[in-house]
């Protein structure tokens, strides 16, 4: 028996791969022109893009679209896999092509954990969003009904809460005379014009506490069970290892701890079950090792989870600002959510930000604007994958918590006005844009940030 692919959704695609394929083509041609390497690869794939649309505009969804989805596929992914990253544009183009074309190849047979298979990847690798979110929510929800119907049994294991033990006595020592400013809203009257003229205003950062008490999240986000029930088959892009961007200055000293860090994208349930789990278990999980970390790190996954907006509400102070028509626009919130020991090395955003603490505690270092002459800026211009988050020259080389003073001696200058603190469960720290921010988590964690760009 099959189901009919949704003539909406049908369209939208028809239309992405009518104004898109005749140019992927050429690029593909020219690639395999410079390289002769290449040009078996390419010229199959041009001629598979060009079948793919003529079975999608016939609305041929079976056997034949579904092996050229394979072949678009496996050809795409392995270049990606071989080059560490795409080097030209086309590549992407042409594996989302594939992708949005072989959703309908198996919505039709009702296969919707597959279908949300390939939604999710091509979620992760860029495809447009004014397609794949929709059609993601109609594919969950048709899923959780075929699944109500069927009695699908919930997962029978029991896993642990995130934060049932922390050893609070291994965190960071903070000093008074270095602690950032703690504004607490239950306190404080006349809350928002005090934080707007305190704060905001002259773009200084504080840790508000007491905006988040009656945030659904911050309950039912403990419980891994939570999202292992909703969640476990979606795939999430996970670092694995540090993500020590120091390591750029003298790769050949520390060539083992660049090995260590790798992005892969796989299920929560593999994300939960093998990195989240044991790191709940371990009474000081804030120094575990390289192998044992994983970081669901700045990823949209509000969006492509949707359900997951009901758990929370936006900052209040930022919902006061929209109201007021004093911002010029927010993006939408971004997670963080992993083990003990994740570390986001020193650098700075464009935006303002309300970071929120959900479950367990971070470490934070901040600097001031003033500081950059003081940090050691990477201006790497490598082709490497990984080399090209540094292009807007906003990270530090320095390893803030065990710094080199003989190798960055002008750290010691910047070390004499920094502040840090200890974020806990419902704090908020609110980030100015420009600020320099270093990053550790002390224990499984999860955060929301909250960027926006104020007047």
């Known amino acids: 028996m099959t189901t009919t692919f949704p003539d909406s959704f049908r369209i939208q695609i028809f239309n992405l791969i009518k104004g898109c394929y005749v140019a992927t083509c050429e690029d593909l041609n020219e690639l395999g022109d410079e390289n002769e390497n290449l040009k078996p690869i390419t010229s199959t794939l041009s001629s598979d893009l060009k079948k793919l649309f003529y079975l999608y505009n016939k609305r041929q969804f079976g056997q034949q679209l579904k092996s050229l989805y394979e072949s678009i596929y ?41 279908s949300l298979e390939i939604l999710d990847q091509s979620f992760i690798l860029g ?3 004014d397609i794949v979110v929709p059609l993601m929510k109609h594919i969950q929800d048709l899923q959780q009904k075929s699944n109500e119907s069927n009695c699908s049994p919930s997962p029978s294991n029991i896993l642990p809460m995130m934060i049932e033990q922390v050893d609070k006595s291994t965190f960071p020592i903070i000093k008074d005379e270095f602690k950032i400013p703690l504004f607490d809203l239950s306190i404080t009257s006349n809350n928002f014009e005090t934080f707007k003229s305190n704060y905001l205003t002259p773009q200084k950062p504080c840790v508000i506490r007491g905006d988040t008490k009656d945030w659904k999240c911050m309950e039912l986000w403990k419980d891994l069970n939570y999202f292992l029930s909703k969640y476990s088959d979606r795939l999430v892009p996970i670092e694995l290892g540090h993500n020590r961007l120091d390591s750029l200055a003298n790769k050949s000293e520390q060539q083992q701890e660049v090995e260590d860090w790798e992005e892969k994208i796989m299920t929560f349930s593999k994300f939960i079950n093998e990195y989240m789990v044991p790191c709940s278990l371990e009474k000081d999980s804030s120094k575990i090792k390289s192998k044992s970390v ?119 200058e910047a070390n004499k006005s920094y502040m840090d603190a200890i974020l806990e469960p419902g704090d908020m720290l609110f980030l100015p844009n420009l600020y320099w921010h270093y990053v550790r988590s002390l224990s499984p964690s999860f955060s929301l940030s909250f960027w926006f760009s104020n007047k």
Not at 94 to 108: K, L, P, R, S
Not at 345 to 358: E, G, M, V
């Open 74 to 114: 496996n050809a795409t992914w392995n270049q990606l896999i071989v080059d560490k990253g795409w080097n030209h544009v086309c590549w992407r183009e042409a594996f989302i092509m594939g992708q949005m074309a072989g959703v309908a190849c198996f919505y039709i047979v009702s296969d919707y954990k597959k």
């Open 294 to 412: 994983g970081y669901l790190a700045q990823h949209n996954l509000i969006e492509q989870l949707p359900c997951l907006l009901d758990d929370f509400k936006n900052p209040s102070f930022l919902s006061t600002l929209e109201s007021n028509s004093e911002t010029n626009f927010t993006i939408s919130p971004h997670v963080w959510f992993g083990t003990g020991n994740t570390i986001t090395p020193l650098h700075f955003d464009s935006y303002d930000n309300f970071l929120a603490q959900i479950v367990g505690y971070k470490y934070i270092r901040l600097y001031h604007p003033n500081q950059k002459p003081n940090l050691y800026i990477s201006t790497t211009n490598s082709n490497n994958e990984k080399s090209k988050k540094t292009a807007q020259n906003n990270i530090s080389l320095v390893d803030i918590e065990n710094p080199d003073f003989i190798k960055y001696p002008l750290l010691l």
């Open 127 to 129: 495809a447009p969003k």
